[in-house]
T-cell receptor
Framework: GAVVSQHPSWVICKSGTSVKIECRSL??????MFWYRQFPKQSLMLMAT?????????EQGVEKDKFLINHASLTLSTLTVTSAHPEDSSFYIC?????????????FGEGSRLTVL | GESVGLHLPTLSVQEGDNSIINCAYS??????FIWYKQESGKGPQFIID?????DKRQGQRVTVLLNKTVKHLSLQIAATQPGDSAVYFC????????????FGGGTRVLVKP
């Protein structure tokens, strides 16, 4: 099946710094990518929907100035956590959708674990 | 608010037995449901899906049942194996909501040897 790769798989940073997480579709063009956040022992919560070449659509309660999303190409979306704080520590997961088939098939990345000290 | 939720947070099952994981959803407009398996430290893995115009779908060792009358979804795993130990999530899709998936709370399945 299609492969979605995330990098880094884990990252530790100091409070106040910014961290960038990449999500790449390796063998297909992803028209839409989604970013999720998952706290320990909890479910995935959708943060934002990213469409190539346009601004991301954020879910209610997600600060767009804190979680910057860029989807500059059909194979790459990035999530930047700006001025990270310990409460931002979480597992961030992306998924990618190929084409406009509704509902389409979603392919998930392996996740990126962020720890903010 | 609208949500997809699960009845049992943890399910212990003997190896070889069948597992049943349940999920309740509240939005009757949901048109597509998916079950995912998530192993520790990894992203969700697609297991099986079902559209709202169906009530049953079978895959390899897995069966999904959909009861729209009571808004209930279940995943049955036949002959559960140690490799089935993971957290299982149901997710709903609503076309009217932009085809965004809403995940349920998850059930941890522990397979005992």
């Amino acid at each position: 099946g299609a492969v979605v790769s995330q990098h880094p798989s884990w990252v530790i940073c100091k409070s106040g710094t910014s961290v960038k997480i990449e999500c790449r579709s390796l063998d297909f063009q992803a028209t839409t990518m989604f970013w999720y956040r998952q706290f320990p022992k909890q479910s995935l919560m959708l943060m934002a929907t990213s469409n190539e070449g346009s601004k991301a659509t954020y879910e209610q309660g997600v600060e767009k100035d804190k979680f910057l999303i860029n989807h500059a190409s059909l194979t790459l979306s990035t999530l930047t956590v700006t001025s990270a704080h310990p409460e931002d520590s979480s597992f961030y997961i992306c998924s990618a959708k190929q084409g406009f088939v509704v509902p389409g098939e979603l392919f998930f990345g392996e996740g990126s674990r962020l720890t903010v000290l | 608010g609208e949500s997809v939720g699960l009845h049992l947070p943890t399910l212990s099952v003997q190896e070889g037995d069948n597992s049943i994981i349940n999920c309740a959803y509240s939005n009757s407009a949901s048109d597509y449901f998916i079950w995912y398996k998530q192993e520790s430290g990894k992203g969700p893995q697609f297991i099986i899906d079902i559209r709202s115009n169906m009530d049953k779908r079978q895959g390899q060792r897995v069966t999904v049942l959909l009861n729209k009358t009571v808004k209930h979804l279940s995943l049955q795993i036949a002959a559960t194996q140690p490799g089935d130990s993971a957290v299982y999530f149901c997710a709903e899709n609503r076309k009217a909501a932009g085809n965004k998936l809403t995940f349920g709370g998850g059930t941890r399945v522990l397979v005992k040897p």
